[in-house]
């Protein structure tokens, strides 16, 4: 086992990770920005490494200064958390180079699955559905030939992709080449890479993803399902552990078909197969996210497994001690994530308690939130028994939290789990559309 891990990344999950490393008495490194000197993470971790500038280029971004960090303070394993650097193959292949263990999959399948068209041909391949659409663009002209045959409206997406960039959905043959472009250009400014591909719109779809672990001897265990439909943006907003709309039949059919596309991609380490499903419960492979999702509470609430604490064993060549048939799905799971809507210094500070309810964060009295990072404040997550009374709790906790001084989305979140429809479970990924901006 490791006795010292260099966390690559900030926030609230690089405490969730120091959190899991003081568990296991593994010491831990942080790196931070120049923005993030007084950052909680900072002065949670044993040891803290100053890594560049404010801006994520100058230092969250910096591969080789991470590394050399991991080098100069003896670390043995570098954990990337999500976002920044955890999902690029170029900073797993430069961690292996230099004999760090990247606590996560291989550079080989990141760039596999990363590759949403690779990806898409390899499910096929492999007796996993997918959303009907086309092989990578040359242009616009072909996008609009290929969209005629499928069928409108359908989605322009980037092959890079991620985060919701690079997508744009076109309803007619006049708004294709514009809708291209747009997609393409952003595309090539978020990922460097623009190459795009169509795929049919499907509407109304949930969007279910199935949360796995694999070990080096090849075992893969799914820890059940979450929906993640209420999106802004394609910006996921509140994700729950199980689906009520996932029946048990089908979340067996979710759990072989994630079970297959991790075996076909030679999988190792935690990662989340992503599906669409329509009303009548068929779904179809969208992408597999190589790393730690920012909505994995909710099924560790649910399973009782600690992910964190896997994906390190897992990265230090410890077989999971459980098989398919010991998972459970218990209860009812939600998180709300806390975003800011704009910049600010953090002024009066409460967080709900009461028994499963926590709020994940990195804030603190007095903070100045940095304008260069993610948006987000925190992850408002609830379990109960059942998913009436974890509504309940969700919505009392949210009334009770409260983020002075920057404006956030606190009110918006309870007027979502208020709505008849999400109490229903009959939502969709389109939920806001109806719903008005939160």
Known sequence: MFTKILIAN???IAIRIIRACKEMGISTVAVYSQAD??????????????????????????KKRIV????????????????????????????????????????????????????????????????????????????????????YPVLIKASAGGGGKGIRLVKAPADMEKAFQTAQQEAEKAFGDGRMYLEKYLAPVKHIEVQLLADQSGRIVCLGERECSIQRHNQ??????????????????????ATRAAKAAGYVNAGTVEFLMDKSGNFYFMEMNTRL???????????????????????????????????????????????????????FFHTPGGPW??????????????????????????YSSTREEAI?????????????????NIESQIEIVRDPRFKAGDYYTDFLQHFGEA
């Open 68 to 151: 050399g960090a991991a080098m100069a303070t003896g670390a043995q394993a570098v954990h990337p958390g999500y976002g920044f650097l955890a999902e690029n193959a170029e900073f797993a292949a430069l961690c292996k180079q230099y004999g760090l263990a990247f606590i996560g999959p291989s550079a080989e399948v990141i760039s596999k699955m990363g590759d949403k068209d690779a990806a898409r041909r390899l499910m096929k391949e492999n007796g996993v559905p997918v959303t009907p659409g086309t092989d990578i663009l040359q242009d616009a002209a072909q996008a609009m030939k290929e969209a005629e045959a499928i069928g």
């Open 357 to 382: 309810v926590r709020f994940d964060t990195f804030l603190y009295q007095g903070y100045e939130i940095p304008p260069y990072y993610d948006s987000m404040l925190g992850k408002m997550i609830v």
């Open 10 to 12: 900030r926030g609230e």
């Open 236 to 257: 996921k907003l509140i994700e729950e552990s199980p689906s009520p709309a996932v029946s048990p039949e089908i979340r067996e059919k979710l759990t072989q078909t």
């Open 293 to 347: 999702q920012v909505e994995h509470p909710v099924s560790e609430l649910v399973t009782g497994v600690d992910i964190v604490k896997w994906q390190i064993r897992i990265a230090a060549g410890v077989p999971l001690d459980f098989t398919q048939e010991d998972i459970q799905v218990q209860g009812a799971a939600i998180e709300c994530r806390i975003n800011a809507l704009g910049a600010g210094k953090v002024g």
């Open 392 to 408: 309940r709790k969700m919505q009392s906790a949210l009334c009770e939290l409260v983020v002075g001084g920057t404006q956030n």
């Open 37 to 62: 000197k007084e950052s909680l993470h900072v002065a949670l971790a044993d040891q803290a490494v100053c890594i560049g500038g404010p801006r994520a280029e100058e230092s969250y971004l910096d």
